[in-house]
């Protein structure tokens, strides 16, 4: 029943699914330009972003179309709301990534500390993880452990502060501390990227909980046990 | 509990209607009762008179003849009323429902309505004025025959068949039409292979009735076929034949006993055909429906 | 860093029926009808495209149904109705001299609102039309095939010579799809096909148009706008414009990609119509 709809559905899920291997890509790419300075894979990494847009625009554009035209209801609904959120995070999360590659590129050059750097790295990989987590409870349409990504969150804070402590303690000279200042910005960036990994989670356990508890789309596996 | 402010129980008005709501069920219930009543009385009566007189010899032998014969049956009486009765349905069928295609598929309004109203005159045409005017076109010139009254009966039957054919005709959904038309099939084939076929049940209905209608027919008959009734034993249309009605009439006018109690008997046959031809036909009707999964 | 491309990139371009370059099959050019004096259409300017389904919405009595019968001249059989304007068909005038509207027929098909399969058995109802317009050679496979693409084959197969009228109103319908595409028209209309059926076969029947969309050309009209919706490629919205002498009469006024009309049509009649605020 409704076979052009469900392929729409799927076709969806498809194109988010991509652009959130893309965006983890996107975190990694960054991480890599901050470990080795290298102003090309930094240009390589904003020009990665059009990439990226373009899944986005492909999903804002048709959930308005399918809106209008299919009428979802339910678990539908739901699910078409999720996409469109969690489109709209992926795509913050990969400009933050331009935003850290952009920061590299003016901070080339500068006397770096290892310390920094590996809090830096050590907080990008956290973000993975949580990305990584909160879309797979969105593909498997299972909930049960919430705690599990804000427990992730702790890690995050942790670098961070240990990274301020580092980067206050730094020495006068004015172009380590220009250095210091694009890490901050950096690390904000990181911060909020971990944000958005957390609203994506928060995305696929509304999905899942919502008010009505089962969805009938034929193209997706059913709920597993929730909490 | 208290008592309630009001009852439900029947009190003056309510009452009186009441009354007058049993008492025309009454009626009504007596009227239909009367007409049943009527029906059994025609039936036992004409029956006990005239059962008695039927044996073998009724049904296989000619006409009697002389003064208090023993033997003498109706055997090409009723050969004669089929011959009669099968060539005028023969004429009137295919004419009556062709008149109702045209008239209810085929013809503009006004023409529609002229046709419409020219059968219904004709079918209240004294049938002894029909007699009287084939008379005057056949047996005139020709001389009497079975084929100038099957004309007669034809004529008679051909406005019950139309106007039968035309109410079912109107009763077959245009949808079916639509449908038809919408394929690219022409008007005409589509009257043919969706709509009269349709329409069968009720066509078969109207015509049986419209034969047991014209079997009864005595007048027209007496100025052309009633020279037959004086025992021709012969089944060819052009000659005059004898008829059931003709000879129940020349049977009753006699004054011998036999004659009489003849006449009661053939009487008996005449109706005994009549009520089984609308059985059958209502019969016919139920299983035709059946078949179409109506 | 190289991109991954997905088989999203193809099928985007497969999603959009590209209109432009897209045969038409109807032209209709200032198409009004009348019924005697009264004025039914007005100004009706639109093509339909090929293989392509196009939708006619409106509200009650705005003409959609009687534009559909100028299609394929069912209209000719209302005494009253007469037209003007043109209306082409693949170049044609429909209703030029020398136009038989029986050959019309043939090739522009039509399924009703409530279905109207003839009382006779399966089997013969599909075979009725090949019958007749002498199609008769391979007859089983023809009405095997027409009754496949009706997605009503397995479930008759082994019943063909039972009487139609036992199938159920979903099933009924089919067959009437099933009738008039064996006789292989072009185009089929499609009258308020599913108004008449519960939601099941309704998903059904939408679910079989967009299989019917590969082969032939279906105009549908419908009183449900999420039909349209979830069926069309095109959508035509008929309003009702009533003159100052009190004339109802229907009028195209707005003609475009299903997905514009329902996301941001250009007329703000049509935006009250589909958000359902009046018409």
């Known amino acids: ?227 | 509990m208290s008592e309630p402010a009001f009852t439900l129980k029947a009190t003056g008005r309510l009452r009186r209607r009441q009354l007058v709501n049993q008492g025309m069920g009454a009626l009504a219930a007596g009227a239909a009762l009367l007409a049943v009543s009527v029906l059994a009385i025609v039936v036992i009566s004409v029956g006990s008179r005239g059962a008695g007189s039927l044996n073998l010899a009724f049904f296989t032998q000619n006409q009697a003849q002389g003064f208090n014969p023993k033997g003498g049956g109706v055997l090409f009486a009723i050969v004669g009323s089929l011959v009669l009765v099968g060539i005028a349905t023969l004429i009137a069928l295919p004419l009556g429902v062709l008149v109702a295609i045209y008239v209810s598929e085929l013809a503009p309004s006004r023409l529609a309505r002229i046709a419409r109203m020219a059968l219904d005159i004709t079918n209240g045409i004294p049938t002894i004025v029909i007699g009287i005017f084939v008379f005057t076109i056949l047996v005139a010139a020709h001389g009497q025959s079975a084929l100038a009254g099957s004309i007669a009966l034809a004529i008679i039957m051909l406005p019950l068949i139309a106007r039968a054919t035309e109410e079912v005709l109107l009763l077959v959904p245009s949808s079916q039409r639509e449908a038809s038309l919408a394929l690219g099939v022409s008007r005409w084939r589509t009257t043919v292979q969706v709509v009269v076929p349709s329409a069968l049940g009720g066509i078969l209905t109207g015509t049986t009735l419209a034969i047991a209608r014209v079997a009864g027919e005595t007048a027209p008959l007496l100025f052309l076929t009633y020279l037959g009734t004086s025992s021709t034993a012969d089944a060819n249309p052009l000659h005059p034949l004898q008829s059931l009605t003709l000879v129940i009439f020349s049977y009753s006018d006699q004054a011998d006993p036999a004659y009489q109690s003849k006449a009661w008997a053939a009487a008996f046959v005449l109706m005994c055909f009549v009520l089984f031809t609308s059985l059958a036909a209502k019969l016919a009707l139920a299983r035709y429906r059946k078949k179409l999964g109506g | ?279």
């Not at chain 1, 590129?105 to 790295?121: I, M, Q, T």
């Not at chain 3, 999420?226 to 229907?250: E, H, I, K, W, Y």
């Open chain 3, 1 to 279: 860093m190289e991109a991954i491309k997905t088989k999203i990139e193809v099928t985007e371009k497969e999603r959009l029926p590209v209109v432009s370059e897209r045969e038409a099959v109807f032209e209709a050019r200032d198409l009004a009808v009348y019924y005697g004096d009264q004025r039914a259409i007005d100004g009706v300017n639109l093509d339909i495209y090929q293989r392509l389904i196009t939708a006619i919405i409106g509200p009650s009595g705005c003409g959609k149904s009687t534009f559909l019968r100028t299609l394929n001249r069912m209209n000719d059989l209302v005494p009253t109705a007469s037209l003007t304007g043109q209306l082409r068909y693949r170049g044609i005038d429909l209703y030029g001299p020398g136009v038989d509207a029986v050959e019309v027929r043939r090739r522009v098909g039509m399924v009703f609102q409530k279905p109207n399969p003839f009382h006779s058995s399966i089997y013969d109802n599909v075979a009725y039309g090949l019958r007749i317009l002498g199609m008769k050679r391979d007859l089983g496979e023809r009405v095997e095939k027409a009754l496949r693409a009706a997605a009503l084959w397995d479930e008759v197969k082994d019943r063909l010579k039972d009487s139609a009228l036992g199938l159920s109103g979903g099933q009924q319908q089919r067959l009437c799809i099933a009738r008039a595409i064996a006789v292989e028209p072009e185009v089929v209309l499609f009258d308020e096909p599913a108004s008449a059926l519960d939601p099941i076969s309704t998903s059904a029947i939408e679910d079989l148009m967009h299989e019917l969309k590969r082969d032939y050309t279906l105009v549908i009209v419908t009183h449900n706008m999420q039909q349209a919706a979830r069926v069309a490629d095109m959508t035509a919205f008929f309003g009702l414009d009533v003159s100052p002498d009190g004339n109802r009469q229907g009028v195209l006024v707005e003609y475009d990609e299903t997905e514009k009309i329902f996301t941001n049509p250009s007329d703000k009649r049509t935006e009250g119509y589909v958000t359902g605020r009046f018409g």
């Open chain 1, 1 to 227: 029943m409704r076979e052009l709809y469900t392929s729409e559905l799927e076709e969806l899920e498809a194109l988010l699914r991509d652009e959130g291997k893309l965006v983890d890509r996107a975190i990694r790419g960054a991480l890599n330009v901050l470990e080795r300075d290298d102003l090309e894979l930094a240009d390589e990494l904003i020009a990665f972003d059009d990439e990226i847009d373009s899944r986005y625009l492909a999903i804002e554009q048709r959930i308005p179309s399918l809106l209008a035209r299919q009428t979802p209801v339910a678990g539908e609904l739901r699910l078409v709301l999720a996409i469109l959120y969690i489109n709209l995070h992926l795509e913050r999360i990969a400009d933050y990534c331009v935003t850290v590659a952009k920061l590299a590129k003016l901070a080339h050059g500068l006397p770096r500390d290892r310390a920094v750097l590996e809090a830096l790295e050590e907080m990008g990989e956290r973000c993975r993880e949580m990305l990584g987590t909160g879309l797979e409870y969105f593909y498997a349409r299972d909930f049960t452990d919430s705690q599990a990504l804000i427990e992730m969150d702790r890690p995050i804070d942790r670098a961070n502060r240990k990274l301020i402590d580092r980067l206050i303690a730094l020495g006068p000279d004015e172009s380590q501390r220009e250095w210091a200042m694009r890490m901050m910005l950096a690390s904000r960036c990181l911060e909020r990227i971990g944000d958005h990994a957390v609203d994506i989670g928060e995305q696929a356990a509304y999905l899942v909980r919502g008010r009505f508890e089962e969805f009938t789309d034929a193209s997706h596996k059913p709920p597993r046990a929730t909490t």
